[in-house]
């Protein structure tokens, strides 16, 4: 499997302010794709990072708040704007080989909005 | 939207001790996976179940997909202090992404 690293691991950021989470791969995948996961809570897909081409959101996300950006196959970022403390999670990268098979996850970036 | 549901939400037992968690869906699924995350971590693929009343062990664990692929079990034995963590089902849907359950949180006490 591929090495999937991401960072920061954590950030305490100002309510207002935006922060860019990285996501690299050591090799090329074609899914890639961004979670939230609130404290206590499960995973909740935000969107899938697509290469060359706009991000796919689900629903309740939106690209002006969450800008995603996919310039290769190994690399992405997901940005959290204008920050407010309700976005305070754990934010984790992911990728699949295909649709079927085992996804494997970043460490996560704990984000703390204060 | 498929909603999976997990059983118990919480869990706390003492080494040694057995114990079952659930996954359930009004949905069939096309193939269910188990992860479990540890704190800091992001989630680990225990196993993945694609057959109608399949069973997967994996050492102390053993991993059962319902005969109507819309629920799964994972069965601990002699649980382990090493086993505490998040234990997340995540079901397939034909193609669709996947959707996470809520998860149980186990904590196994030496």
């Known amino acids: 499997s591929a090495v999937i690293s991401q960072k920061p691991s954590r950030d305490i950021c100002q309510r207002g302010t935006s922060l860019t989470i990285q996501c690299q791969v050591d090799s090329q995948v074609t899914m890639m794709f961004w979670y939230r996961q609130q404290p206590g809570q499960s995973l909740t897909l935000i969107a899938t990072a697509n290469q060359g081409s706009e991000a796919t959101y689900e629903s309740g996300f939106v690209i002006d708040k969450f800008p995603i950006s996919r310039p290769n196959l190994t690399f992405s970022t997901l940005t959290v704007s204008n920050m407010s403390p309700e976005d305070s999670s754990i934010y984790l990268c992911?990728?699949?080989?295909?649709?079927?098979?085992?996804?494997?996850f970043g460490q996560g970036t704990r984000l703390t909005v204060v | 939207t498929q909603l999976l549901e997990q059983s118990p939400q919480f869990l706390s037992i003492q080494e040694g001790e057995n114990l079952t968690v659930y996954c359930n869906s009004s949905s069939v699924f096309s193939s269910l996976q188990w992860y479990r995350q540890e704190p800091g971590e992001g989630p680990v693929l225990l196993v993945t179940v694609v057959t109608g009343g399949e069973v997967k062990k994996l050492k102390r664990l053993t991993f059962q997909f319902g005969d109507a692929r819309k629920d799964s079990s994972l069965h601990i034995t002699a649980a382990q202090p090493g086993d505490t963590g998040l234990y997340l089902c995540?079901?397939?849907?034909?193609?669709?992404?996947?959707?996470f359950g809520p998860g149980t949180r186990l904590s196994v006490l030496p």
């Open positions: 995540a079901g397939g849907f034909y193609g669709q992404n996947f959707v």
């Open positions: 992911s990728y699949r080989r295909t649709s079927e098979t085992e996804a494997f």
